[in-house]
């Protein structure tokens, strides 16, 4: 799997967007990218991951770079609740494990 | 709904002890793994399982072991040998096929203190 880096802590004022990057410069052509969050003392959610076309679901939107070596998580309209530990992950759709970063802590501020 | 359980969810254990956490899942999911948590830092995988009776060692694997005899289930045997086995121990689940929707699905979490 291919390494990921992320910034330790970032903050957001409630109501604004929260751009999260990731850089994973050594993704090869078959390995998608995954983002979870957790919430304290929780178990890691899923939120969304994609290939190469930027995605949208209800929780947030994925745009990837065109070359692949870096994505931002976007979370329109922050929220307290969206208050977590935010990680980026690179795998390939059958590869056995996965390697966890330390992820970025998101603090969303009223 | 389906969903993966982890028991129990806080566990205490005198030095020199072993235990064991569970974990089951009705997903029909055919990998699950074992992940390890400190205070203030990411997950590291202990061990990984793809297919019944078969397991992989991760990251971080010396003072555990674990057993996959059914699909469902994935115990973690935290051992004596384990130095420092106060964490936060998270299961996840993963269909073998194909980038799934979803990815990992996790449980909510073990919590190991050693007294």
């Known amino acids: 799997d291919a390494k990921t880096t992320q910034p330790p802590s970032m903050d957001c004022a409630e109501g604004r967007a929260a751009n999260l990057p990731c850089n994973h410069s050594?993704?090869?052509?078959?390995?998608?990218v995954y983002w979870y969050r957790q919430i304290h003392s929780q178990g890691p959610q899923y939120i969304i991951h994609g290939l190469k076309n930027n995605e949208t679901n209800e929780m947030a939107s994925l745009i990837i770079t065109e070359d692949r070596k870096s994505s931002t998580l976007i979370l329109p309209h922050a929220t307290l609740r969206d208050t977590a530990v935010y990680y980026c992950?690179?795998?390939?759709?059958?590869?056995?494990?996965?390697?966890f970063g330390d992820g970025t802590t998101l603090t969303v501020k009223p | 709904d389906g969903g993966i359980t982890q028991s129990p969810k806080y566990l205490f254990r005198k030095e020199g002890q072993n235990v064991t956490l569970s974990c089951e899942q009705n997903?029909?999911?055919?990998?699950m793994y074992w992940y390890r948590q400190d205070p203030g830092q990411g997950l590291r995988l202990i061990y990984y399982s793809q297919i019944v009776n078969d397991f992989q060692k991760g990251d971080i694997a010396e003072g555990y072991s674990v057993s996959r005899e059914k699909k469902e289930s994935f115990p973690l045997t935290v051992t004596s040998a384990q130095k420092n086995p106060t964490a936060f121990y998270l299961c996840?689940?993963?269909?073998?096929?194909?980038?799934?929707?979803?990815?990992?699905?996790f449980g909510s979490g073990t919590r190991l203190t050693v007294v």
């Open positions: 050594t993704i090869s052509g078959n390995e998608y």
């Open positions: 996840a689940s993963r269909t073998g096929t194909g980038a799934t929707r979803h990815g990992y699905t």
């Open positions: 997903l029909n999911h055919d990998a």
């Open positions: 992950i690179v795998r390939g759709a059958n590869a056995g494990k996965s390697t």
